[in-house]
């Protein structure tokens, strides 16, 4: 079974921040454009399996049905929700990203 992803508008908006930040930073754009193409990989992969990301009710106490994956040094938040995988955020992992999420 394929699951459809779906990806919110505020992920879209991360990605933008993520892009100007890098090249602010003065990153090649060869080393931009890769960690661009393993993130969206990692999210294709999630159509096949989409457990694959660790829940983030294990870093809190606070109940949620979020999951997570890594890339670089950015946490990708997705839900699924029986045949539908929500895209909602990519977080640095370095900033307080449980108090972003509104958790």
Do not use: H, W
Not at 33 to 52: G, M, N, R
Not at 58 to 77: M, V
């Amino acid at each position: 079974m394929r699951y459809q992803i779906k990806v919110s508008q505020q992920f879209v908006r991360d990605l933008d921040e993520i892009e100007l930040y890098m090249i602010g930073l003065g990153m090649y754009e060869k080393n931009v454009v890769a960690f661009f193409e393993d993130s969206y990989e990692k999210i294709e992969e999630l159509q096949e399996f989409p457990y694959i990301g660790r829940p983030l009710s294990d870093k809190t106490e606070i109940p949620n049905q979020l999951r997570y994956l890594i890339a670089d040094e950015y946490l990708i938040f997705y839900e699924v929700i029986n045949d539908i995988i929500n895209v909602y955020r990519i977080i640095s992992q370095r900033t307080d990203y449980i108090r972003i999420l509104g958790l």
